[in-house]
């Protein structure tokens, strides 16, 4: 036999050995795989439409829509919508979506979470102490993020500003509310925060808005799936502190203020106590909760609505539009201008006035920034005698020892010092020195001149 002949043998015997060995393998082809895939994945979709489906049709407050939602599933997985989704996320987001087409419902959605119904079954399971030491964690996680209070401060004017990124519903949070209510109450305005508040508990909203309307006033209402009595929401007839019935409020929203903290803005809105800026929020009136489709499925169903007192309505797929509308990000700085607007042609008293409007310039300084020719800002760079003055892009910057601002331009030569509220800056030419000065002005109304350094030849 030739070698050339012997090799061919020996790879037919090695085929022929590979061919009978992966043959005999138990049912591990990739083929057989794919098709076992296939029968799983086909039978879970309908399995959890049908669920999703049941749930609705007995819990959802508007029990027409629950049987719509529930028959355009069912027609969409007859029609094999579903049938190239191969990734439970991915099925659960098209659900979310088509329940959405049908109810217009912001609050309704699927998710693949196995990880949360595993905790839900077991929370359901546990005893009077495992319950007990989870409502303490709970109560600790609150603590640590300050059942929602992120910010409080006191800003140009006198403008109190919260920043509040949720309505914690524990009793803990009490404290933490009248602490942070008193601190507001000395503010000749007030701006809330809400931009990032995902909502919480309407006894907490109960509670912050007693500050602010005098009177004993209906707030809102819930009608629930399967009852006849509809809960209402009044303000409270005492709160520990002050009452600033009197304060302007502003409340600050963009499209992630959600539920909650839209009933917030949705009251005191109809209420004409509160002027909204922003964006038109997210779109969720209808309170519920998460059910359990299966060991990987969960499906969070609305069972409540929200009632407005004045409205009848609620806000439900629409949002709230506010009064003012610009982009989030310029939110807070337009509603301080506002506030400080409207205080300065209230004010009679002339110190006042001169104080508030240093401030009003500083905001309109941020909001409409003046372009400064980039040949005139180069002359008012140099080294000062209490500072350095430089230009970095289009932007001039002074450095005060380790310090340094950013120079926003009221005019060709005013300036504002990004950091520092009580300066200002003026580039100011003197004719003996022929050479730019800085004439610093200060909030009481003095100024001090602020000489270049020449440089040595």
Request: charged letters at 30%; glycine letters at 6%; aromatic letters at 10%.
């Amino acid at each position: 036999m030739s070698i050339i002949n012997a090799k061919k043998l020996g790879m037919i015997i090695l085929l022929f050995m590979l061919f009978f060995t992966l043959g005999s393998l138990p049912a591990f082809s990739q083929e057989n795989k794919v098709e076992e895939d296939i029968t799983f994945t086909a039978k879970l979709k309908s399995e959890v439409v049908n669920q999703v489906g049941k749930l609705l049709t007995s819990n959802y407050i508007f029990p027409e829509t629950a049987k719509k939602m529930e028959d355009h599933l069912n027609t969409q997985l007859k029609e094999g919508k579903y049938e190239k989704i191969d990734n439970k996320e991915d099925f659960a987001r098209a659900l979310t979506n088509d329940l959405r087409k049908i109810s217009k419902d912001r609050h309704i959605r699927v998710t693949y979470d196995p990880a949360a119904v595993k905790r839900i079954r077991a929370s359901n399971s546990k005893s009077k102490e495992e319950r007990e030491k989870e409502q303490k964690a709970q109560i600790e996680r609150e603590r640590q993020r300050n059942f929602g209070f992120r910010r409080l401060e006191i800003m140009e004017g006198n403008i109190g500003y919260l920043d509040l990124t949720g309505f914690s519903g524990l009793d803990q949070a009490a404290e933490t509310i009248i602490a942070a209510m008193n601190f507001l109450a000395n503010s000749n305005a007030v701006i809330i925060d809400l931009r990032d508040n995902g909502g919480g508990s309407p006894f907490t909203i109960q509670i912050i808005s007693s500050y602010f309307l005098e009177e004993y006033t209906y707030l809102n209402s819930f009608k629930w799936r399967g009852e006849d009595i509809i809960k209402q929401f009044w303000t409270l007839r005492y709160v520990p502190g002050k009452k600033m019935y009197d304060t302007d409020l502003y409340i600050l929203t963009s499209s992630r203020t959600f539920s909650a903290a839209e009933e917030f803005t949705y009251n005191l809105k109809n209420l004409k106590r509160a002027t909204i800026v922003g964006e038109t929020t997210g779109g969720g009136a209808h309170p519920g909760g998460s059910r359990i489709v299966n060991d990987d499925f969960l499906v969070w169903v609305p069972s409540g609505r929200a009632i407005n007192p004045i409205t009848k309505t609620n806000w439900e797929g629409k949002g709230i539009e506010p009064h003012i509308s610009v982009p989030r990000n310029k939110a807070l700085d337009k509603a301080h201008y506002t506030a400080l607007e409207k205080l300065i042609e209230n004010t009679e008293d002339e110190g006042k006035k001169q104080r508030l409007q240093w401030a009003l310039d500083g905001i309109k300084a941020k909001l409409e920034p003046q372009k400064v020719q980039e040949e005139i800002l180069k002359k008012y760079v140099g080294q000062y005698t209490r500072g350095i003055v430089t230009l970095e892009g289009v932007h001039l910057f002074f450095k005060a020892g380790p310090q340094k601002f950013k120079m926003i331009p009221l005019s060709e030569a005013y300036f504002i010092l990004d950091g520092w509220a009580d300066v200002r800056v003026e580039f100011v030419f003197d004719d003996k020195a022929k050479e730019y000065a800085i004439k610093a002005c200060f909030t009481d109304g003095r100024s001090d001149i602020i000489k270049k350094v020449k440089e040595k030849k």
